[in-house]
């Protein structure tokens, strides 16, 4: 059955009308004339059955249908863009994958292991999208997702990565000052403002009142504030390795005991893993996670 839908070129002298408020700003835009453009858009507004402009001497001013329709084709046209750029970039000879993932899991611990990946795969291309909540993988164009174990997951294969155990770890000035950690002042977690009192409570520490201190929305801000000297920050052990390494972030107290989350991989159910990219990419995964954290529970098979 054939679409009823306007012609690309009058949406797109539509679009640029209404953004510019006149006929002659769009025609320079578009490197036609005025008189196309004008054409253009009788033609829609004939195909639509509705005015869409009022005619004000030499501008034009939206009517209430043409600013709503405006509204629909510019965010159908920026996709449309955004998908054929997306496909322009792809490599002809190769393959890519769509990951949704967490901001800082992706920051902090898989892109600096990325290079490995690509080195092994050169034809398989990574993308890498946030997305912070559990969602449907099948139809959201992703072909898989990094995420925290949830329920929410339920129907799709899902296989433990990582634990986040918490640390608590600043710049060795303030350590070099003195002063117990309850002294020093304290950065939080906004979306955990109980993480220093359920720290103290394990680690037998005691800390006078655990709420005060500055709070941040990502674990990425505590730690740039951490390094920045501003205070003690209880972040995942996992994102700040190789800070530890260099020197650059101390860890003078015992780290937590309890798991805060679990990290774990998610794809479609069914999905056959035994051929193409994604399988790749999930192999290549796991591995890199027994070998940051080698512990037994994170070998188990995959669960649906």
């Not at 740039?224 to 972040?235: E, F, K, Q």
């Not at 101390?250 to 193409?276: H, M, N, Q, Y």
Request: glycine residues 6%; neutral net charge.
């Amino acid at each position: 059955m054939r679409r009823k839908i306007p012609s690309p070129s009058a949406l797109l002298a539509f679009e640029a009308a209404a953004r510019h408020g006149t006929f002659a700003r769009a025609a320079d835009e578009l490197a036609l004339t005025e008189g196309a453009i004008s054409r253009q858009i009788g033609r829609l507004e004939a195909f639509l059955g509705v005015m869409l402009f009022e005619r004000v001497g030499n501008r034009v001013r939206l009517l209430p249908n043409g600013a709503r329709y405006a509204v629909q084709v510019r965010e159908t046209l920026d996709r449309l863009e955004r998908d054929s750029q997306y496909l322009m970039g792809q490599p002809s000879d190769g393959a890519s994958l769509d990951i949704a993932t967490l901001p800082t899991f992706a920051s902090r611990w898989l892109i600096p292991r990325l290079a490995r990946f690509h080195a092994r795969h050169p034809k398989i291309t990574v993308h890498l999208a946030e997305r912070m909540e559990p969602f449907v993988l099948a139809g959201s164009g992703f072909d898989a997702a990094i995420h925290f174990e949830h329920p929410a997951w339920t129907g799709m294969r899902t296989h433990r990565l990582l634990h986040e155990t918490l640390v608590p770890v600043c710049h060795p000035a303030l350590v070099e000052r003195g002063g117990s950690l309850d002294e020093l002042p304290r950065l939080h977690r906004r979306q955990n403002p109980d993480a220093w009192q359920d720290y103290a409570q394990e680690s037998g520490i005691v800390l006078s009142n655990p709420a005060t201190g500055a709070r941040y929305d990502l674990h990425s801000m505590q730690i740039a504030a951490a390094l920045a000297g501003l205070g003690v920050a209880l972040v995942p052990r996992l994102y700040i390795e190789s800070e530890l390494a260099e020197g650059h972030l101390v860890a003078p107290w015992p780290a937590g005991t309890s798991i805060a989350k679990t990290f774990c991989l998610v794809l479609p159910e069914p999905i056959r893993l035994s051929d193409g990219p994604i399988q790749i990419f999930a192999d290549w995964l796991i591995s890199e996670a027994r070998s940051a954290s080698p512990s037994p529970d994170l070998t188990a098979s995959p669960r649906s």
